[in-house]
């Protein structure tokens, strides 16, 4: 069983930075791909950004290469997003996921537990 809490989030102005945060409890974080969704009002959830269990491999949307970049501390079981150059279109929860089997880093079925998110809102 894994418990996550984000935080971070907030109000930006467009081309500003945030970062989040993602705390995880249990012994066996390590064991966990993890990874950045996102929903923005009205559509669906969409994949952001996903970290290897030792963190060596990362993978971003194309929405958000080159602007975000993840990264996690297994010592502390924490995983971060950092995000620049904020858009509006950014707008959106952010939620942080673990998948223990590590199949599909893309796919938001594959995660097996989530946290409850956490509102960015990017003003233009």
């Known amino acids: 069983q894994v418990q996550l809490v984000e935080s971070g989030g907030g109000l930006v102005q467009a081309g500003g930075s945030l970062r989040l945060s993602c705390a995880a409890s249990g012994r066996t974080f390590s064991a966990y791909v993890m990874g950045w969704f996102r929903q923005a009002p009205g559509k669906e959830r969409e994949f952001a950004a996903a970290?290897?269990?030792?963190?060596?491999?990362?993978v971003y949307a194309d929405s958000v290469k080159g602007r975000f970049t993840i990264s996690r501390d297994n010592a502390k079981n924490t995983v971060s997003l950092q995000m620049n150059s904020l858009k509006p279109e950014d707008t959106a929860d952010y939620y942080c996921?673990?998948?223990?089997?590590?199949?599909?880093?893309?796919?938001?079925?594959?995660?097996?537990?989530w946290g409850k998110g956490t509102l960015v809102t990017v003003s233009s």
């Open positions: 996921a673990a998948d223990r089997s590590g199949s599909n880093w893309y796919h938001a079925d594959e995660y097996d537990y």
């Open positions: 970290i290897s269990r030792t963190g060596g491999n990362a």
